[in-house]
T-cell receptor, first 114, second 111 residues
Framework: NAGVMQNPRHLVRRRGQEARLRCSPM?????VYWYRQLPEEGLKFMVY????????ESGMPKERFSAEFPKEGPSILRIQQVVRGDSAAYFC????????????FGPGTRLTVT | QKEVEQNSGPLSVPEGAIASLNCTYS??????FFWYRQYSGKSPELIMF????GDKEDGRFTAQLNKASQYVSLLIRDSQPSDSATYLC???????????FGTGTRLQVTL
């Protein structure tokens, strides 16, 4: 039973480029969450999505960041015009649609902006 | 004020001892609580979750919740060097919703 999958695992972008991070939830999970972990800092919530719907984007920066979870395919976190401050580990988690909605994390994408 | 607070540590315990990790939260709307383990450079791994007052045991791990005191703890019995990691406490409202994380406690199990 595959866990949460994320790709790429490492991504290097120059300032001003776009970064696209992908996340496939665990089988049977319909809820996807994105978190960001800056170096030496805690995990911060960014956005919560269900298929074709953004449920909570209260943690998303107002500009340059967007997320989607289409009917088919993985969830995508998109960062336009990256800046050095975007360098971080981006984790995706998924949860089942029942119970305590416990979240299971993927391996993360480590974004480095040069 | 941080919503979920943890002592950053490091907490150092000898091999075989009990490690006690603590967490407090400020939002009384928090209903479910989660403990994750995170090794350096890796992703968080879910250890346990608890939503009722009292204790919940799973192998060497026991989670404790006291909603009146807004306090959650994780006990690790018979600590092993492989338990050395950062332990993250998280809370949500008991529905499918975002997790609010503490900054984590670094545990070191010494030989």
């Amino acid at each position: 039973n595959a866990g949460v999958m994320q790709n790429p695992r490492h991504l290097v972008r120059r300032r001003g480029q776009e970064a696209r991070l992908r996340c496939s939830p665990m089988k049977g999970h319909s809820h996807v969450y994105w978190y960001r972990q800056l170096p030496e800092e805690g995990l911060k919530f960014m956005v919560y999505l269900q298929k074709e719907n953004i449920i909570d984007e209260s943690g998303m920066p107002k500009e340059r960041f967007s997320a989607e979870f289409p009917k088919e395919g993985p969830s995508i976190l998109r960062i336009q015009q990256v800046v050095r401050g975007d360098s971080a580990a981006y984790f995706c988690a998924s949860s089942p649609p029942w119970g305590e909605y416990e979240q299971y994390f993927g391996p993360g994408t480590r974004l480095t902006v040069t | 004020q941080k919503e979920v607070e943890q002592n950053s540590g490091p907490l150092s315990v000898p091999e075989g001892a009990i490690a006690s990790l603590n967490c407090t939260y400020s939002d009384r709307g928090s209903q479910s609580f989660f403990w994750y383990r995170q090794y350096s450079g890796k992703s968080p791994e879910l250890i346990m979750f608890i939503y009722s007052n009292g204790d919940k045991e799973d192998g060497r791990f026991t989670a404790q919740l006291n909603k009146a005191s807004q306090y959650v703890s994780l006990l690790i019995r018979d600590s092993q060097p492989s338990d050395s990691a950062t332990y993250l406490c998280a809370a949500n409202t008991g529905t499918a919703s975002k997790l609010t994380f503490g900054t984590g406690t670094r545990l070191q199990v010494t030989l």
